[in-house]
Antibody
Framework: EVQLLDSGGGLVQPGESLRLSCAAS????????MNWVRQAPGKGLEWVSG????????YYADSVKGRFTISRDNSKNTLYLQLGSLTAEDTAVYYC?????????????WGQGTLVTVSS | DIVMTQSPDSLAVSLGERATINCKSS????????????LAWYQQKPGQPPKLLIY???TRESGVPDRFSGSGSGTDFTLTISSLQAEDVAVYYC?????????FGPGTQVHIK
């Protein structure tokens, strides 16, 4: 069974940094692109970042470019998202999600999500 | 960026009746070289992550009940629930994967009338 386990969320102050992790199992991790999608409280879904299976190509939403860094360790079957220069607008549940078809894909499955709260 | 819009924002349907959700993209998501529409649909219930229902605009994900169907091409798409069940109460999102940034529609809340 394919499983994604997000972790690393928490309460941070504006301007601080945080690293999210997503542990994957049940599939050949290095063969699939992975993504982060976030959802602010009571709001819709926003794609944040994606990374190719090899890790050599990364993609970012304009809203996080230059502040967030996506990476992966294929030897540990783990996806990461380094969040920096955080603001209140980054408060959201962050989901990792597996891409099923190349680097541009639908997402299936999704992790259970990890909540990031940015507040002083 | 490709902007996705959905209508209606909210929909109340009687049990056993049809629910229809529309999704429109600001530019075509039909890739001419393979004649595929790069459009997916998700269902999200409260407190849960989204669940994939449909990809390639009309291909049902394994395990998804056949009362869910997707149609459309180019810029206009529809998700239909042929006979609404109580467990279908959720927010439904469309998503384009034609190009980055990958974008979602704002969602449609489906209620029981």
């Amino acid at each position: 069974e394919v499983q994604l386990l997000d972790s690393g969320g928490g309460l941070v102050q504006p301007g601080e940094s945080l690293r999210l992790s997503c542990a994957a199992s049940g599939f050949t991790f290095s063969s699939y692109a992975m993504n982060w999608v976030r959802q602010a409280p009571g709001k819709g879904l926003e794609w944040v970042s994606g990374i190719s299976g090899s890790g050599g190509i990364t993609y970012y939403a304009d809203s996080v470019k230059g502040r967030f860094t996506i990476s992966r360790d294929n030897s540990k079957n783990t996806l990461y998202l380094q969040l920096g220069s955080l603001t209140a607008e980054d408060t959201a549940v962050y989901y990792c999600a597996k891409g099923d078809y190349g680097d541009y894909s639908w997402f299936d499955p999704w992790g259970q999500g990890t909540l990031v709260t940015v507040s002083s | 960026d490709i902007v996705m819009t959905q209508s209606p924002d909210s929909l109340a349907v009687s049990l056993g009746e049809r629910a229809t959700i529309n999704c429109k993209s600001s530019q075509s998501v039909l890739y001419s070289s393979n004649n595929k529409n790069y459009l997916a649909w998700y269902q999200q219930k409260p407190g849960q992550p989204p669940k994939l229902l449909i990809y390639w605009a009309s291909t049902r994900e394994s395990g998804v009940p056949d009362r869910f169907s997707g149609s459309g091409s180019g810029t206009d798409f529809t998700l239909t629930i042929s006979s609404l069940q109580a467990e279908d109460v959720a927010v439904y999102y469309c998503q384009q994967y034609y190009t980055t940034p990958l974008t979602f529609g704002p969602g449609t809340q489906v209620h029981i009338k």
